[in-house]
């Protein structure tokens, strides 16, 4: 069974940077595609990054290409979300999610694990 831990929110101003982790336990990550998912109050869950199982492929929506990047390091069994020239509308929830498969996938409904999230809030 695989577990996801979050880590790295928190309050930014516009324009500024954050890099949130995400830590596996109980089985190593190299088995999986990795993706994050935010999800803005009152919105809808959006997949904002994806990385395939081994590290060769990513995928962004247009509204953080160019401002996001998805990694790994499979030694610290963790993956990574840079995101820079923060945005008011990037404010939400970000969760990390797995699934067993070597896609990269945005599609939230295939996923196999959660984390439980860490909250980004990009003031103005």
């Known amino acids: 069974q695989l577990q996801l831990v979050e880590s790295g929110g928190g309050l930014v101003q516009s324009g500024g940077s954050l890099r949130l982790s995400c830590t596996a336990s109980?089985?190593?990550?190299?088995?999986?595609?990795m993706s994050w998912f935010r999800q803005a109050p009152g919105g809808e869950r959006e997949g904002v990054s994806c990385?395939?199982?081994?590290?060769?492929?990513?995928n962004y929506p247009d509204s953080v290409k160019g401002r996001f990047t998805i990694s790994r390091d499979n030694a610290k069994n963790t993956v990574y979300l840079q995101m820079n020239s923060l945005e008011p509308e990037d404010t939400g929830v970000y969760y990390c999610?797995?699934?067993?498969?070597?896609?990269?996938?945005?599609?939230?409904?295939?996923?196999?694990?959660w984390g439980q999230g860490t909250q980004v809030t990009v003031s103005s």
């Open positions: 999610a797995a699934v067993s498969g070597a896609n990269c996938v945005l599609w939230g409904a295939i996923m196999d694990y």
């Open positions: 990385l395939s199982r081994n590290g060769r492929v990513t």
């Open positions: 109980g089985t190593t990550l190299e088995n999986y595609a």
